[in-house]
């Protein structure tokens, strides 16, 4: 199997990973780099699970072969928090109970912290349609709406 | 605070809504699933061989191929596994041995150097079927006509309250006979008649089944996996594999989601019986997401026929139900589902007279198992609707007649069993004023009709009846508090409603208490399994008598240490004090190390180590000709749930609009958690009743998939859900609480359905209400005019 040397930044750390033609971001992040927070509920793309940020934009690394992540700028879960000071969207999230299981929190986050990078001060509908691609089976998802609306007041408010 | 404080006044933080213990690792990606653990190079990979054959006999297998790809390291079939297993059933080999009976029943297991070589071995297993007649319809199923699927029924172990008919694909015929019905429905003067069919539909946790299992040379297990039932999985590895239950040792980190497919024992005995044969290393089964629609436990089908009745004044004299319960391929759990059907099967209501037959039925199907609710929110959607037209039928408000029938304390139960005080007609009272029940409200545009509909539900702990748990608080060398129990959180939350309850046990400040994580049955105390709405009630009790235990060890080593009376000591936020002395003096100081004796006179004391454990002993039999008995349950859980709903006249499209719950939890122990269980409870039901089923042809599913079998998103979810807290004690629940996971998607369905009765005034029939049923449903009663193209 051929192996690619390909080299990105994770989480604000230069890497440099082999990596085979196959490979998904998500076996990469997990397997390579021992990054769990990112989670796989599917492998398929459908799920939002395993949702990173490249080039700040959220995607499913379940669906992104390593291979094109060559120079790229990846933020996973555990970049999101800076010198332990909590993202306010974490810290929203915890404020308002929107945590059950844990297992869609990262993908969440993720799809949150990109929706608010590009739209600071986002609508209802902008947070659900920014978010309808990460799916929660425990929270019924309100919880999860509301810390994304408060996390753009806190961060108006920091800025 | 004082020593003698008042009975009715309770410590901090119980009621308090303190932040979930485990909240900031989840969100910083730190908390370790069972996906994440690492297992080094070593760890091999495995993957199954599953029929394609609804009911097939086997005739041979042959996987010399398999064996021989490099990169394997064991095939294993069912000949070399004998054993059975099951929780109320003993009805399944690990491996299928001479039969198959459901699309992906396993019949071979190979563990290889990776995931991509193991599956390729499979291709190569060879495997020769002779195809039988399938069962795909429990009332079929439970004919003599039908092929009988488990001819060796009347072999099997089973629980003594389970009544399998052996020679027929009943596994369990359960009934009530209360009264008589018979002679009642001559003096209704409204009676409704009903039937519904109930689709199978998945629990869809995010978090896919994993099992990780090891086998060492003295045959000593290790199993690693995503469980919410460790020591029932402990147990039933042990009984299959023949082997002593201290040689099993299952460790089970955060869940994922359960929603019940994560109790018993299903996918995991795979894992352990393919890790046998490879010499030590480890071997990690991870069901992909389309073998967890159908591999994994389902929610069984069922087909439901209910005939009611009431008087004028529209007090319920009969009811008379008929439950097939389509149990699937196995029903070592599902057995039990239909029994809890049966003694709950009056629905919240005070009914003299209630005939009930629930049958278990063995069809060709994907395994029935719990899920949460068990067999509730099936039968709730039936009976909640047939409530509604019986209240329409005597042109009673629906809200009027189920307060006049709904259960409460003090009635006789349709199993003889006594009600105690329930907050049922106060949850319906408050959900009714919450929803501005009896206003009409105008659509939002003239293509819509909107309506409002409300259900009622109960719901009981479906458990054997001696059920336990059990719990250890021990102090640390600062004084902090470790809490062992052997209760998953599943993200209910159990952990911090133990941290809590220990906290206000011992009396230290919660942020001093930790729980001990993962459990592992090696060194976590036993607790039977993460359902049945149980932990905060069940596993609370031990935690609760646990922090007393060590607490009651504090008190009296001080009481020794300063020569005086237990009475006149307290523990306050962390330090022991004298209400007579006023002497006070932190816990860091006692919890190991103990205390010297006055004029150096030498030690007391020592680690202090709370143990406590709980088990209800007061369970009775059923009767199994008539179901009667004096105590058939712990107790109920009450609620009602209320919804306003808009139907679009063009699409068929079905918008909840809000929702509300008020649920009877005894006492809320972490009320923003309790309002958090009844949203994601009410999302869930919502979505079961606008989109979910598994679609199966001849025993194939065709929807294996989140495009194709969809799940509420954050576009379908109504910002506005209310949930209410009614608090009527349970007299032995820990600070009188009791369960309320589960119940909150009970009569999710029922009163969606009634909503859009309200709205369109048709009855839809059988869930889910997708945009298309509800069209044609609307054009079949000449609602709407079917569009041209
Ligand atoms: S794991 Fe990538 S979308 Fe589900
Ligand atoms: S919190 Fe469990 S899936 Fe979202």
Not at chain 1, 71 to 80: F, H, I, K, M, R
Not at chain 2, 287 to 310: S, W
Not at chain 2, 337 to 350: K, L, M, Q
Not at chain 2, 726 to 739: H, I, K, L, M, T
Request: proline share 6%; glycine share 10%.
């Amino acid at each position: 199997m051929a192996l690619h040397h390909i080299t990105l930044t994770v989480n604000g750390e230069f890497e440099q990973v082999d990596v085979p033609s196959q490979m998904t971001l998500l076996q990469m992040l997990r397997d390579k780099l021992a990054l769990t927070g990112t989670k796989n509920g599917c492998n398929a793309g459908e799920c939002g699970a395993c949702t990173v940020m490249v080039d700040g934009e959220a995607v499913n690394s379940c669906m992104v072969l390593a291979v094109e992540c060559q120079g790229a700028n990846v933020v996973t879960v555990e970049g999101l928090a800076k010198d332990g000071v909590l993202d306010p969207v974490q810290q929203a999230i915890i404020n308002h109970g929107g945590v059950q299981c844990g297992f869609c929190t990262p993908g969440m986050l993720i799809s949150a912290r990109a929706l608010l990078n590009r739209n600071p001060e986002p609508s209802e509908d902008d947070i659900r349609a920014a978010l309808v691609g990460n799916l929660c089976r425990c929270t019924g998802y309100v919880r999860i709406i509301e810390a994304v609306q408060e996390a753009a007041k806190r961060q108006k408010a920091l800025n | 605070m004082t020593p003698n404080q008042p009975a009715t006044s309770v410590p901090h933080p119980i009621g308090d809504s303190v932040t979930r213990v485990d909240a900031k690792e989840k969100v910083i990606g730190a908390a370790l699933f069972s996906d994440d653990l690492q297992f080094g190079p070593g760890l091999l990979y495995a993957r199954i061989k599953r029929s394609p054959h609804p009911h097939a006999l086997i005739k041979r297998i042959d996987t010399s191929k398999a064996q021989a790809l490099p990169g394997v390291k064991a095939v294993v079939t069912g000949e070399s596994f004998p054993g059975m297993t099951g929780l109320y059933l003993q009805d399944r080999h690990i491996f299928c041995r001479d039969r198959v009976r459901y699309v992906g029943d396993p019949v071979a297991g190979v563990a290889a150097v990776s995931e991509a070589i193991a599956e390729q071995a499979v291709e190569l297993i060879e495997v020769e079927y002779e195809p039988l007649q399938g069962v795909f319809d429990p009332e079929f199923g439970a004919t003599s006509e039908a092929p009988v699927l488990h001819p060796d029924l009347g072999k099997y172990k089973v629980q003594n309250f389970i009544f399998p008919k052996p020679g027929t694909n009943i596994s369990n015929h359960f009934r009530i006979r209360k009264g008589d019905v018979d002679a009642a429905w001559s003096q209704c003067a409204a009676i409704v008649e009903h039937s519904y069919r109930i689709p199978h539909i998945q629990h869809v946790p995010i978090e896919p089944h994993v099992a990780v299992a090891k086998v060492d040379e003295n045959g000593k297990v290790t199993l690693w996996g995503t469980s919410q039932s460790p020591f029932a999985q402990r147990n039933l590895i042990a009984i299959a594999l023949g082997i002593s239950q201290s040689d099993v040792e299952v460790i089970a980190p955060y869940v994922g989601g359960g929603f019940g497919c994560k109790a018993g024992v299903s996918m995991e005995a795979l894992a352990v019986a393919v890790a046998s044969k490879t010499k030590g290393k480890p071997v990690k089964l991870r069901l992909t997401r389309e073998e967890e629609f159908y591999t994994a436990f389902v929610r069984q089908g069922m087909v439901a026929h209910f005939k009611m009745g009431c008087d004028a004044q529209g007090r319920l004299l009969a009811m008379q139900n008929r439950f097939y319960w389509d149990g699937g391929a196995y029903t070592e759990y599902g057995v039990n589902i239909t029994r809890a059907s049966g003694y709950s099967s009056s629905g919240p209501y005070d009914v003299p007279n209630v005939k009930t037959d629930s049958f278990c039925v063995y069809t060709n199907h994907p395994v029935g198992g719990p899920m949460r609710g068990f067999g509730m929110p099936e039968m709730h959607t039936g009976l909640e609707q047939c409530i509604d037209e019986l209240a329409l039928a005597i042109e009673m408000d629906p809200v009027q007649f189920r307060r006049i029938n709904c259960v409460q304390g003090g009635d006789t139960l349709v199993t003889g069993m006594t009600m105690h005080p329930t907050g049922l007609s106060e949850c319906l009272d408050k959900a009714a004023k919450a929803i501005d029940w009896g206003r009409k409200v105008a659509p939002s545009a003239p293509n819509k009709r909107r309506g409002k509909g409300i259900a009622a539900m109960w719901k009981a702990p479906a458990m054997s009846p001696n059920a336990s748990s059990s719990a250890k608080v021990a102090l640390n060398e600062d004084g902090t508090v470790t809490v062992s129990v052997g209760g998953q959180d599943i993200g209910q939350g159990s952990f911090t409603i133990a941290a809590q309850m220990a906290a206000a046990a011992l009396g230290v400040p919660i942020d001093w208490v930790r729980v001990a994580t993962p459990l592992d049955t090696n060194y976590s105390p036993y607790e039977w399994q993460t359902v049945a709405s149980r932990l905060t009630w069940s596993m609370g009790n031990a935690v609760a008598a646990a922090a007393r235990d060590a607490r009651q060890q504090i008190l009296e080593l001080v009481a020794k240490a300063w020569n005086e009376k237990i009475e006149d000591l307290d523990i306050v936020d962390g330090n022991v004090i004298s209400y007579k002395s006023e002497e006070t003096i932190s816990l860091k100081n006692i919890a190991i190390y103990g205390l010297p004796l006055p004029n150096d006179q030498g030690w007391i004391g020592g680690p202090v180590l709370g143990r406590g454990n709980f088990m209800p002993t007061y369970v009775t039999g059923l009767n199994a000709e008539t179901g009667q008995g004096p105590r058939a349950v712990v107790h109920y859980t009450t609620g009602v749930q209320a919804v306003e709903v808009e139907v679009d006249l063009d699409t068929g499209k079905v918008q909840v609009l809000r929702g509300v719950g008020a649920f009877d939890v005894g006492k809320a122990i972490n009320p923003e958690m309790v309002k958090a269980q009844m949203e994601g409870g009410f999302v869930q039901g919502m979505s079961t009743a606008l989109f979910e089923s598994l679609q199966l042809k001849e025993g194939v599913l065709q929807n294996p998939s989140f495009v194709d079998y969809r799940i509420a998103t954050t576009s379908d979810v109504p910002m506005d859900i209310q949930s209410i807290i009614v608090e009527v004690p349970q007299d032995d629940g820990p600070w009188g609480a009791r369960g309320v996971g589960e119940h909150s998607m009970v009569p999710t369905v029922a009163a969606i359905a009634n909503a859009i009765y309200d709205a369109i005034g048709i009855r839809v029939g059988a869930p889910p209400y997708s945009a298309e049923k509800v069209y044609l449903a609307m054009v079949d009663a000449g609602l709407v005019k079917e569009m041209e193209g």
